[in-house]
């Protein structure tokens, strides 16, 4: 049994496979074409944060395949009410086939994942967002073609977008040039990240875009971390992905955003709705890549 709480969880063969198939559900989707692999597996969507893209994603998805999906919160189950997460894990798990948890602490996905009798999914921790990194490389892929060897400019928050990215270079050869206000750095600690050569660090975030193939950030205030907001705003102040960071990036440089987008504060209008963003490409692809993904876990590789 495998379980995907961080993008390190694959090998790079294994995302060679998983984008080569969810290409192959997205065009069988594009045709209206069946693809039903999970008639009678259930999905359980576990979602202590809010969520737009993960939910509908996940939920059409397991239904496209054939399964079946229950929806709980903190709010309407007894995770709300104090059940520790090792007893609820062992329960959900005796009556779903897969289950995917967006939470806070990395921590407690781990912890349920332990005592699970299946597969667990990372939908979004305040440490990672695997599923959305997933995302993201198909969708460079499907635009400009093998990522490795490549420069990512990321600019902003060093958070759970940041970490993920941080780990795919890794994994996948590619660079990231990083780029954050000070307090806001990236921990390679809590990213995971073993020697660390696969990114750069920059003060000013034009160097990090310079010559970037792909420029990407997130909002300068994350789930969880709200009552921070006021201070972000001030800290974050320049590290707005505009016209002129794109500039100086490649003459062919994407832009990508994980959504939801707050327009003048980490992006200006004219770069998220301009004529370098695949942000819709990207969100729809949450779609395949995680039926693909699903799918993997559930049966390996199919022919
Ligand atoms: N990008 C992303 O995970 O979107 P949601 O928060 O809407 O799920």
Same mark, same amino acid.
């Given at each position: +049994?495998?379980? /995907? ?8 063969? #294994? ?12 065009? @069988?989707?594009?045709? /209206? ?9 259930? =999905? ?9 893209? %993960? ?6 998805? +397991? ?15 007894? =995770? ?22 967006? %939470? /806070?602490?990395?921590? @407690?996905? !781990?912890?349920?994942? #332990?005592?699970?009798?299946?597969? !667990? ?11 959305? *990194? ?6 460079? *892929? ?9 420069? !990512? ?12 990215? =941080? ?7 590619? $660079? ?7 307090? /806001? ?7 995971? *990240? ?6 750069? &660090? ?13 420029? %990407? $950030?997130? &909002?300068? $205030?994350?789930?969880?971390?709200? %009552? ?25 440089? =994407? ?11 980490? !992006? ?36």
């Amino acid at each position: +049994m495998r379980h /995907y709480l961080q993008f390190s969880d694959l090998s790079a063969s #294994e995302y060679a496979y998983l984008f080569e198939r969810a290409a192959l559900i997205k065009r @069988k989707f594009k045709a /209206y074409e069946k693809h039903q692999p999970l008639v009678d597996r259930t =999905l359980a969507m576990i979602f202590e944060k809010a969520s737009t893209r %993960t939910r509908v994603s996940f939920e059409a998805g +397991m239904y496209q395949l054939g399964g079946s999906v229950v929806h709980l919160t903190t709010g309407d189950s007894q =995770l709300g009410r104090s059940e520790p997460i090792e007893d609820s894990a062992r329960v959900i798990s005796r009556m779903v086939d897969l289950v995917m948890i967006r %939470t /806070y602490g990395q921590d @407690k996905i !781990v912890r349920f994942a #332990e005592y699970s009798r299946v597969p !667990v999914i990372n939908g979004l921790t305040n440490e990672f967002h695997p599923c959305q *990194i997933l995302a993201d490389i198909f969708t460079y *892929i499907e635009h400009r073609g093998s990522i490795q060897g490549k420069t !990512v400019a990321w600019v902003g928050d060093g958070n759970n977008m940041a970490n993920t990215w =941080l780990q795919a270079a890794e994994l996948l050869g590619f $660079t990231v040039h990083v780029s954050t206000p000070t307090g /806001y750095e990236v921990d390679q600690a809590v990213a995971g *990240i073993a020697r660390g050569e696969s990114f750069k &660090v920059f003060d000013d975030p034009m160097q990090a875009c310079a010559d970037a193939d792909l420029v %990407t $950030t997130d &909002v300068w $205030t994350s789930m969880g971390f709200e %009552t921070e907001n006021e201070a972000r705003k001030k800290a974050f102040a320049e590290w707005c992905v505009d016209a002129d960071m794109m500039r100086v990036a490649k003459p062919d440089a =994407l832009f990508m955003h994980c959504l939801p987008a707050h327009r003048g504060e980490e !992006v200006q209008a004219d770069v998220i709705d301009g004529p370098q963003s695949v942000v819709w490409d990207e969100a729809e692809n949450r779609l395949h890549v995680q039926k693909a993904l699903m799918e993997f876990l559930l049966l390996g590789r199919l022919a």
